[in-house]
């Protein structure tokens, strides 16, 4: 039973780490366009030309604390057979990488997304600013993973006589976005006040999503010595679990429908044409899918304790068939408290997102970003982690270098690097994950193609001209 519960906590896992998460190198500064607008909806405002354009662009994320492999890069990950670390320190190998384990702390999390990009553009108007998106995301992942789900301790020891679980959330969905985009801005107190707005129409082709509502308590009390027989009561609790199946079994069937939207508030200073500073707060991803084919939805009550005694082992002979007969009785004592429906629905991964751009020198500038998620939507939500970054970075029309500095979930600080020529831009937040010899706990990746005038700019502030670099 122990090696079923631990590949129970292994695939939680995996399924959390499955959206690139910010792409500072694709979303920072004022030639982000028409990229900028999914985090900040206002950011066509500073565009230094009149259109933007991406023609298609790709972004991996993923993050844990669950597990690592040490001195490792994805540059030499294939240099050495992976396995999962032996509990038993003395039978591991010579030119073998191993999966560790973390210890426990505060809460696990696991989370990643896998974009695709474009095709989008933005249009700057005399009176106001209009846009177009659409992409694909594939997103799941939970930050509340209780530390009782420890998969180390699991692995190294028998479960405890007494087991909680606190109550924990972990959802997962496939889905195209179409979208439109609208900012206009007023002058203000010296300065540019912009507000903007995404509407977007969200089509899912896979979903997924388990909620424990409240805190599970199990006690195991050793009955026989010798046969490891044991007792069990589990308290009242309840919990859903919902899940689409799709019917063609290729995962490109729509399973339903869902509306988002993305608000945004900015205010720019200039020095002429070009950007003194910029300050802005935007709100991301408010919105749900309902799933309604395919679903399989099922809410759990357990109203009264289950207890499981010696009197439901009798007749046993070994202990795989106690364990039988207790996942078999533990299964309909939960079925009989099982209520089924025909749809569900996942929250947004909602964020609040605060942002600041100030010029440092001629085309050097140095942006700071604070992301927070918001479960809007209650349990049943796509998540993502908070995130703190500061970006230096120089850019005009046809070169740019960025930095992110980022410390995301308060516990992984990560140096990472893009870089913008001409219309191709590639980076990455976390860069020694890809060259480095360090703890692997995840990695980011993202490339974009974009197209722009290639011509003099022709109006608008921060104008930069096509011969400077």
């Known amino acids: 039973m122990k090696n079923r519960f631990l590949f129970l906590m292994i695939s939680i896992m995996y399924n959390g780490m499955v959206y690139g998460q910010y792409q500072l190198g694709l979303k920072t500064g004022v030639h982000s366009g028409s990229l900028g607008i999914l985090t900040d909806p206002t ?18 994320f993923l993050e844990n604390n669950i597990m690592y492999i040490p001195d490792m890069g994805l540059t030499s990950l294939g240099d050495s057979d992976l396995a999962l670390a032996p ?36 249009l700057k108007l005399p009176n106001f600013n209009l846009g177009f998106f659409s992409g694909s995301r594939v997103i799941a992942g939970s930050t509340n993973i209780p530390t009782s789900l420890n998969v180390k301790e699991i692995r190294e ?86 899940y689409t199946t799709n019917e063609n079994g290729t995962g490109t069937q729509s399973i339903g429908s869902g509306f988002g939207a993305d ?20 709100l991301t991803d408010i919105g749900s899918i309902t799933a309604n084919k395919g679903v399989v939805s099922q809410s759990i009550n357990l109203v009264d304790s289950i207890t499981i005694d010696e009197s439901d082992f009798q007749g046993a002979e070994d202990l795989d068939e106690v364990y039988s007969i207790f996942e078999r009785t533990l299964e309909q004592e939960i079925t009989n408290s099982t209520t089924e429906t025909d749809n569900f629905s996942i929250g947004l991964a909602t964020t609040f997102n605060l942002f600041g751009t100030a010029s440092i020198a001629k085309n050097l500038y140095a942006s700071v970003q604070y992301s927070q998620p918001l479960a809007l939507f209650g349990k049943e939500s796509l998540t993502r982690g908070s995130m703190l970054a ?53 990695t980011d990746f993202y490339v974009a193609l974009k197209i722009f005038p290639f011509g003099k700019n022709k109006g608008g502030k921060s104008s930069i001209d096509c011969y400077e670099f």
């Open 43 to 60: 950011a066509t405002s500073v565009l230094p030309y009149n259109w933007d354009a991406t023609i298609v662009g790709a972004s991996l």
């Open 157 to 242: 020891n028998e479960l405890n006589e007494s087991v909680s679980f606190e109550p924990m959330s972990i959802s997962a969905a496939a889905y195209h976005e179409i979208g439109v985009n609208f900012s206009k801005s007023i002058d203000w107190n010296a300065g540019e006040l912009t507000f903007g707005g995404n509407l977007k129409y969200l089509i899912p082709y896979q979903a997924y999503s388990f909620s424990l509502h409240e805190s599970l308590d199990a006690v195991y009390e050793t009955l026989d010595t010798t046969t490891n027989l044991r007792s069990f009561s589990l308290a009242p609790s309840s919990a859903t679990f919902s």
């Open 87 to 122: 509990v038993d320190e003395t039978t591991r190998e010579e030119g073998v990488s191993y999966i560790e384990f973390k210890e426990a702390g505060n809460k696990f999390f696991a989370v990643s997304s896998n974009q695709v990009f474009g095709p989008s553009f933005v």
């Open 390 to 442: 500061v970006t230096p970075h120089y850019e005009s029309k046809w070169l740019g270098l960025y930095v992110p500095i980022s410390f995301y979930e308060f516990s992984h600080l990560r140096v990472g690097t893009a870089i913008k020529l001409g219309p191709l831009t590639v980076g990455t937040e976390d860069l020694m994950s890809i060259l480095g010899k360090s703890e692997l706990t995840g």
């Open 263 to 282: 608000l945004g508030v900015s205010y720019a200073v200039y020095n002429g044409e070009n950007l003194n500073f910029r300050l802005g707060a935007s």
